[in-house]
């Protein structure tokens, strides 16, 4: 049984949540005996060439582009080679789904893992946003059959295709129960002190709204922030950044998963302010740190967080939460044991990497969609 992943920048995962899925994933299968291939884009070089890493074949393609338009160059040249090398097909994410085409072309299975609603968000300009749409409507209908992360996503999937086209399998995390609290002497953090937010510094990640919140008055905890802050060159940077009380640390972008842990772990709060996506893996992994949840009001999140998590529409809804969370303890170990028992539902990788398996397994043998799901 052959399979071979496309769509991320590849394994061993140090980018985002597609790569760490395409690690967890690709490791799972192997165990199961499945032969599988990973391509991943190299920043530069000028030859491809392949490796094994744990029994995983990777298929390393060098790219001189950077953004988009090398995302765009390392798909057409993955696809090129994948109609070559054959197997059934699992591509992350829709960007580039007009390629999908090539693969019917040649008899070839793709599931396609059909990510957020990329083309709502306000960072793209007009033009961007017209490619994701389209790439979005051609993935729905050229891909073989779809995975949605989220009931809401396969809601606005099934507007295009028929449901039974469609599988919801969110994203996983692991449970944390103990982290290293040594690691955060260098922010000069106390447990249960502070807030976080690990996000991308964009628009519709609501994160302005939330710093204003909260920066209005004095907390007596401190707000940190995880990501790229670049105020020089972009003003809604800039603006989070003059926003901020002296109370908001932005501590920058951070991948080292002990210190992820423990940022989490120890956190008295987790703000998620995405407003448009599916499943998102940092609230996922917050669940699974067991961190109470205040996040943006919507289908998506509402899903994801369940009934024990707290919402916000807007800035000043954020205040008032901020205001009650910050001192209500009682709440607090509620929203506690409620992220930890809608982890234990939703989100183990074990349940999910079962599903991916029982999907591929089923389109392998008999070349179409399981009558059923497994649980």
Known sequence: MRVVILGSRGIPASHGGFETFAERLSLYLVSKGWDVTVYCQDDGGDRSYEEIWNNIRLFHIPV???????????????????IKQGGLILTLGYNTAILCSIYRLNGLINLINMDGI??????????????????????SLLGNHLIADNPGIKNHLSKRVSTNKITMIPYGSDRITDADFSLLNQYNLSPNKYAIIIARAEPENSILEVVSAFSSKKRNNKLVILGSYEPQK????????????????????????SLLNALRFYARLYIHGHSVGGTNPALVEALGAGLPV??????????????GAHYFCNEMDCLHELDDLLTDENEINKM?????NRHQEEFIWDKILRKYEYLLDQWWKHGSSPKCSVK
């Open 64 to 82: 001189s582009l950077s953004g988009a338009p090398g995302t765009i160059v390392f798909d057409w040249k993955s696809t090129l080679n994948v």
């Open 118 to 139: 990329e083309w709502k968000r306000k960072k793209y300009n007009i033009l961007e946003k017209a490619w994701l749409f389209i790439n979005e409507q051609l993935g």
């Open 234 to 257: 972009n003003k809604y940077h800039k603006r989070v950044m003059e926003l901020a009380s002296n109370e908001v640390q932005f501590i920058g972008a951070i991948y080292n998963r």
């Open 294 to 307: 205040l996040a943006h009001d919507n289908p998506f999140n509402r899903w994801v967080a369940g009934g």
């Open 336 to 340: 506690r044991l409620a992220s930890i």
